[in-house]
Nanobody, 124 residues
Framework: QVQLVESGGGLVQAGGSLRLSCAAS????????VGWFRQAPGKEREFVAA????????SYADSVKGRFTISRDNAKNTVYLQMNSLTPEDTAVYYC?????????????????WGQGTQVTVSS
């Protein structure tokens, strides 16, 4: 069983930055593809970014492309989401999710392990 713990959320003004972390309990975390998702009140969970286990390739939702960067440090069992130029529309609970030995995907239903989420609030 893999446990994922997100951190780094908080309140920030529009135009500001935050870095989220997703720390995993798993051994061989390098074998897990990891995705970041977010859910705003009254909305469905949506894909934000993902990073592949095999080659570190990345994928982004159009709404965050050029502003957010996903990266990983396998030695620390951690995946990061650097968020720049934040807008109030980025306000949501952010979740990380993981699946092992499988390609990255934007479909939340294909991820096996989920964290508890971290709140990001962007004020205008």
């Amino acid at each position: 069983q893999v446990q994922l713990v997100e951190s780094g959320g908080g309140l920030v003004q529009a135009g500001g930055s935050l870095r989220l972390s997703c720390a995993a309990s798993a051994r061989s975390f390098s074998t897990y593809s990891v995705g970041w998702f977010r859910q705003a009140p009254g909305k469905e969970r949506e894909f934000v970014a993902a990073i592949a286990w095999s080659d570190g390739s990345t994928s982004y939702a159009d709404s965050v492309k050029g502003r957010f960067t996903i990266s990983r440090d396998n030695a620390k069992n951690t995946v990061y989401l650097q968020m720049n130029s934040l807008t109030p529309e980025d306000t949501a609970v952010y979740y990380c999710a993981a699946r092992r030995f499988l390609r990255m995907t934007s479909d939340p239903n294909e991820y096996v392990y989920w964290g508890q989420g971290t709140q990001v609030t962007v004020s205008s």
